[in-house]
């Protein structure tokens, strides 16, 4: 119940194309939900978050997309450039004292020139 | 700031041997956490630490210790290192858990080799 399914492990998108990364969740307790964004040698960074009151949330070409029936949601990203080439990761955790996140494992996106 | 900083950078162990990893933070913040990545597995909470003073077991906690030695640093034990333990290890903190926009910093890392 704890498990966050992230699909897929890796993707290949051609410069300019839509990147797509779904992640879900059995734990209804989950109430945060953030993507994390990994360059090589480097340490995870938070790219974008949402909570379940809201369906969406888009900052620039990074979009959330939450489906809280479902327990699913996923990050877009629009106009995929070579720079966005990193690991993805979602997460989700509760923000009622149990300070620990849940994280997928991950995807390599790789976006070609 | 220099964030959430990391030592060493790079480690080879021998089985058996011991050794600390040490963490620090610049920011304040209350609760720090020690996670260890793997191919196919994600991030996966070794221990946190939610306030000073106070440390607790996470999903894999078997053949680590930790300590927090005050509010800015916490620091991540191997009594005797085994090869399951080969891993990049990162170090994060966050301001208060519970927050209603919490957020999670993390260093650098740390490549460690158990041979």
């Known amino acids: 119940q704890q498990q966050v399914k992230q699909s897929p492990q890796s993707l290949i998108v051609q410069k300019g194309g839509i990147s797509i990364i779904n992640c879900a969740y059995e734990?209804?307790?989950?109430?945060?939900f953030p993507w994390y964004q990994q360059f090589p040698g480097k340490g995870p960074a938070l790219l974008i978050a949402?909570?379940?009151?809201?369906s969406e949330k888009k900052e620039g070409r990074f979009t959330i997309s939450f489906n809280k029936s479902a327990k699913q949601f996923s990050l877009h990203i629009m106009d995929s450039q070579p720079g966005d080439s990193a690991t993805y990761f979602c997460?989700?955790?509760?923000?009622?004292?149990?300070?620990?996140?849940?994280f997928g494992t991950g995807t390599r996106l790789k976006v070609l020139a | 700031n220099a964030g959430v900083t990391q030592t060493p950078k790079f480690q080879v162990l021998k089985t058996g041997q011991s050794m600390t990893l040490q963490c620090a933070q610049d920011?304040?913040?209350?609760?720090m956490y020690w996670y260890r990545q793997d191919p196919g597995m994600g991030l996966r909470l070794i221990y946190y630490?939610?306030?000073?003073?106070?440390?607790d077991k996470g999903e894999v906690p078997n053949g680590y210790n930790v300590s927090r030695l005050n509010k800015r640093e916490f620091s991540l034990r191997l009594e005797s290192a085994a090869p399951s333990q080969t891993s990049v290890y990162f170090c994060?903190?966050?301001?208060?858990?519970?927050?209603?926009?919490?957020?999670?910093?993390f260093g650098p890392g740390t490549r460690l080799l158990v041979l």
């Open positions: 994060a903190s966050s301001v208060d858990p519970g927050q209603v926009q919490e957020t999670q910093y």
């Open positions: 734990n209804t307790a989950f109430d945060y």
């Open positions: 949402i909570r379940p009151d809201v």
């Open positions: 997460a989700a955790t509760t923000t009622s004292g149990t300070y620990k996140y849940i």
């Open positions: 920011m304040n913040h209350n609760s």
């Open positions: 630490s939610a306030s000073e003073g106070t440390t």
